[in-house]
């Protein structure tokens, strides 16, 4: 990689709820120079802009916000994709995947070329789907594209355990690891608060497969929750988001679950790993015991098949399209015989 040149420049494509939730953050808590929305909806671009920008007129606050082109965006140091469809009440996060791939396409092809050190970070969803074909559409070294992935759910985990052991939650060292969706699950054998085990931490007698369960359920269906009653999440996963940002420009090297390509499972998925300005600087081996090293290979099993049927349905296409081109050649030198 050429020497890198920092210009502290952060561009969200999609400023619906999640885009302006995380840019509104990154007003609030300056870490960055300036933030460029794209969004093709230019009523609601350009209302975002100036709305935001009065957010930043009030202090000595740093950060100007302005619309760009995906072209602009192309340039930042950290390219944000908030950009696509969010689910209906009820809907699963999967079912957003053709429309969302679409939309993945449009903006990476409308991007070319992209800073060869940009991060992207992919926030919409299916996120862990989304990540594994940015890697492939932005041309970024595998290390510069990620996902959000499952640092929301493990943030929900380590809320709800803190309640429960009425202990800080950034005293508890908790991960769930895997889909952000429905095959995710979490890694029970490690969890600690302070440097104690959660079984030894928590009352005697609480930690059982019934409060597993209980726990396991409350973090996998926390966002739907949510949903059903404001339509959409947002404030969550804006602050998620916009700390990565800040590992990500300040070098911080955090450890985090965030969804990147594991060459083992053959796609992508949350495990922690160290983040800093080079994006997944170097993968954290976890120790997961047997059931959750069989929930790990069911998820990337679950991911894998999804991963499958997209190629499959992407070459089915392209031979279409290759044999429509061909018989239209043909049917042109037949006329012209
Ligand atoms: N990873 C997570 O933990 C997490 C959490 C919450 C939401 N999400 C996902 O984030 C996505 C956005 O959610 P939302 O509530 O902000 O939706 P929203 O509908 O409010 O906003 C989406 C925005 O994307 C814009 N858009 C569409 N095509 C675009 C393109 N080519 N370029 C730029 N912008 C484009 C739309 O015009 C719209 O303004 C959804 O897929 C949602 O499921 C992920």
Known sequence: MDEQKLNRTIAIFGCGEVGATLAY?????????????????????????????DATF??????????GTPRDAAQADIIVITAGAKQKPGESRLSLLSR????????????QPINP?????LVANPVDILTYFARKLSGLPESQVLGTGTTLDSARLRG??????????????AYVLGEHGDSQFIAWSSI?????????????GHFTPNFKQEIAEHTRGAAAAIIASKGCTAYGIGNIAASICKYILYDVRCVRPLSYYQPDLE?????????????????????????????????????????DGVEMEL?????????????????????GS
């Open 25 to 53: 953050t990154l007003v609030l808590n300056p870490i960055c120079n300036e933030v460029i929305l794209v969004d093709p909806k230019t009523d609601l671009l350009e209302a975002q802009v100036r709305d935001l920008n």
């Open 267 to 307: 796609c992508c998925l949350s495990m922690p790993a160290v983040i800093g300005r080079k994006g997944i600087v170097r993968a954290m081996p976890m120790r997961l015991d047997e059931g959750e090293r069989r929930e790990l290979e069911a998820c990337a099993g679950h991911l894998r098949g999804v991963i």
């Open 192 to 204: 600690t608060i302070g440097t104690t085990p959660l079984e030894q931490a928590l009352p005697e």
């Open 58 to 67: 009030r202090g000595n606050n740093g950060t100007r916000v302005r619309a």
């Open 160 to 173: 709800v355990l803190a309640q429960r052991a009425e202990v800080a939650p950034n005293s508890i060292d």
């Open 100 to 111: 969302n791939l679409n939309i993945l396409r449009t903006i990476f092809s409308a991007m």
């Open 315 to 335: 070459k089915a296409k392209v031979e279409l399209q290759s044999a429509l081109e061909k018989e239209t050649v043909r049917g042109g030198d037949g006329s």
């Open 117 to 121: 050190h940009a991060i992207a970070l």
